[in-house]
Nanobody, 124 residues
Framework: QVHLVESGGGSEQAGGSLRLSCAASGRTSSIYAMGWFRQAPGKDREFVATISGTGGTTYYTDSVRGRFTISRDNAKNTVYLQMNSLKPEDTAVYYC?????????????????WGQGTQVTVSS
């Protein structure tokens, strides 16, 4: 089992920045790919970003590319999502997830463990 706890969410003005953290515990491994997803009210869960176990490969959904950066610190068993130039459309609950495969994926159904989520609210 892998337990994930997100933190760093909150309220921010459009154009501002937030940094989300996801601390992993339990049967963690540096070979696991990790990802961030988000879900806004009335919408499906959406892929945001993913990173390979080594951190050498990353993918982003088009709407956040150039604004968000995913990174990881395997010594701390933590993955981060730096969110810059925030827009109201970024408002959602953000979830951290672990894929036990080393290859990153954009599909939520391929992830094995999920955190409880952290709310991000961006006002204009």
């Amino acid at each position: 089992q892998v337990h994930l706890v997100e933190s760093g969410g909150g309220s921010e003005q459009a154009g501002g920045s937030l940094r989300l953290s996801c601390a992993a515990s339990g049967r963690t491994s540096s070979i696991y790919a990790m990802g961030w997803f988000r879900q806004a009210p009335g919408k499906d869960r959406e892929f945001v970003a993913t990173i390979s176990g080594t951190g050498g490969t990353t993918y982003y959904t088009d709407s956040v590319r150039g604004r968000f950066t995913i990174s990881r610190d395997n010594a701390k068993n933590t993955v981060y999502l730096q969110m810059n130039s925030l827009k109201p459309e970024d408002t959602a609950v953000y979830y951290c997830a672990v894929n036990r495969a080393s290859v990153p994926s954009t599909l939520a159904r391929t992830y094995d463990y999920w955190g409880q989520g952290t709310q991000v609210t961006v006002s204009s």
